[in-house]
């Protein structure tokens, strides 16, 4: 079956550390991944994706790692700031092309 | 502009009625859905309508019901309501499947 597992459910950092928030997932034919950011009261955001024929996607302050053998995604944050505390997802392409959404991790940036 | 746009954003109904939740997305996508959010922050899809295809979550009830009159609406509507149908429902869009999906702002849906 398909199924997407994050690690830890909730992190605390301090602000201007680096933040590493995981995700493990089952289907080894995923072949593509999404992280996305969800602030209380809103809908879930894109921050970046990555296709399964890459291992390292950069963006602004993120970086995604894909780890296609132990079937492990990871997002990194450098210099976490307060306005990234949030819930991440992690989401993979499944069967029938649709997107499964992990069970989320809890960011929350210390002063 | 609103990228994809949700009516309403709280619907507080009794249980045993029908209800229906609007999407409308400007984005030009093929590819609508319809997620439903838990207490517990777990988004699950529920539908996804690509090209005029419905792809049905199997695990979803037969009472809800999605409507799409065009590519740009995807409409959810929900027929005897239940006390367990209370959540936060989001409505998104893609160019196609499989790629980046927008979202809307949510409905909060409870059921007394």
């Known amino acids: 079956g398909e199924s997407v597992g994050l690690h830890l459910p909730t992190l605390s950092v301090q602000e201007g550390d680096n933040s590493i928030i995981n995700c493990a997932y089952s289907?080894?034919?995923?072949?593509?991944f999404i992280w996305y950011k969800q602030e209380s009261g809103k809908g879930p955001q894109f921050i970046i994706d990555?296709?399964?024929?890459?291992d390292k996607r950069q963006g602004q302050r993120v970086t995604v790692l894909l780890n296609k053998t132990v079937k492990h995604l990871s997002l990194q944050i450098a210099a976490t700031q307060p306005g990234d505390s949030a819930v991440y997802f992690c989401?993979?392409?499944?069967?029938?092309?649709?997107?499964?959404f992990g069970s989320g991790t809890q960011l929350t940036v210390l002063p | 502009d609103t990228a994809v746009s949700q009516t309403p954003k709280y619907l507080v109904t009794q249980m045993g009625n029908d209800k229906s939740i609007k999407c409308e997305q400007n984005?030009?996508?093929?590819?609508m859905y319809w997620y439903k959010q838990d207490s517990k922050k777990f988004l699950k899809i529920m539908f996804s309508?690509?090209?005029?295809?419905?792809?049905i979550n199997e695990t979803v009830p037969n009472r809800f019901s999605p409507k799409s009159p065009d590519k740009a609406h995807l409409n959810l509507h929900i027929n005897s309501l239940e006390l367990g149908d209370s959540a936060v429902y989001f409505c998104?869009?893609?160019?196609?499947?499989?790629?980046?999906?927008?979202f809307g702002p949510g409905t909060r849906l409870t059921v007394l």
């Open positions: 289907n080894s034919a995923s072949d593509y």
């Open positions: 998104a869009s893609s160019r196609t499947l499989n790629n980046e999906q927008f």
């Open positions: 989401a993979f392409s499944g069967s029938a092309r649709q997107l499964t």
């Open positions: 990555i296709r399964s024929n890459m």
């Open positions: 309508y690509n090209n005029k295809e419905l792809i």
């Open positions: 984005l030009g996508h093929d590819t």
